[in-house]
């Protein structure tokens, strides 16, 4: 079974410049999550898809980022316009429903997208 | 979500039985307790997870007490690809709607296997 897939693993971009990273999803998962790290700090949740929809975005750090998932396959993530503090590995993760796979959640994660913002 | 408290780092050596401990006082009834492993330039990956007692898989086992205040996750015979870091994480797995919120990562448990 393939795993969760994320494209691209390393983009550096100029200040002001635009970004969109793609996560691929594991096939059947219907939930589909992006996290993100930034130098030093912890791993942040930003938002989490249930197919298509946005199920929890309070972790967005703002409106230059825009987060989608049509068909609820595949999401994508841009940031319009890229900021110095952007930069960091975003990580997308994706698990089964969990009324479904039972008590045990278990999220995959990508290996991350490493984002250089100059 | 429940506050974790664990090692900011441990250092151990190939074959030993390596024990990290983590503490979460605040876990309420519905909490579930989750560890996760990252290596350097990867996504965390699912090691483990108890609600009590103990647990046992194929890659580590999970103690927790009566009180739930705190777990252990306990690698049996260590090896040098297990340097990782090491994350425990508390949280119910599943709210009202049926979706399964996200993570809340701490800052983890640096481990350093030494030949």
């Known amino acids: 079974e393939a795993g969760v897939t994320q494209f691209p693993s390393h983009s550096v971009i100029e200040k002001g410049q635009t970004v969109t990273l793609r996560c691929d999803p594991i096939?059947?998962?219907?939930?589909l999550y992006w996290y993100r790290r930034v130098m030093g700090k912890e791993i942040k949740f930003l938002l989490h898809?249930?197919?298509?929809?946005?199920?929890?975005e309070s972790g967005m750090p703002n409106n230059r980022f825009l987060a989608e998932r049509t068909g609820g396959t595949y999401s994508t993530l841009k940031v319009q316009p890229a900021e110095l503090e952007d930069s960091g590995v975003y990580f997308c993760?994706?698990?089964?429903?969990?009324?479904?796979?039972?008590?045990?959640?278990?999220?995959?994660f990508g290996p991350g997208t490493r984002l250089t913002v100059l | 979500l429940a506050k974790t408290t664990q090692p900011i780092s441990m250092d151990s050596y190939e074959g030993q039985e390596v024990n990290i401990t983590c503490s979460h006082n605040?876990?309420?009834?519905?909490?579930?307790i989750t560890w996760y492993q990252q290596f350097p330039s990867q996504g965390p990956r699912f090691i483990i997870q108890?609600?009590?007692t103990k647990v046992t898989n194929e890659v580590a086992s999970l103690f927790i007490p009566a009180d739930r205040k705190s777990s252990t996750l306990s690698l049996p015979r260590v090896s040098l690809s297990d340097t990782a870091v090491y994350y425990c994480?508390?949280?119910?797995?599943?709210?009202?709607?049926?979706?399964?919120?996200?993570?809340?990562f701490g800052k983890g448990t640096h481990l350093i296997i030494q030949p």
């Open positions: 994480l508390v949280g119910d797995s599943r709210d009202s709607g049926g979706g399964a919120d996200g993570l809340t």
């Open positions: 605040n876990i309420a009834t519905n909490d579930y």
């Open positions: 993760a994706s698990s089964q429903d969990p009324w479904l796979a039972g008590p045990t959640d278990t999220q995959y």
């Open positions: 096939s059947g998962h219907d939930n």
């Open positions: 898809f249930v197919k298509e929809s946005k199920q929890d």
């Open positions: 108890g609600y009590k």
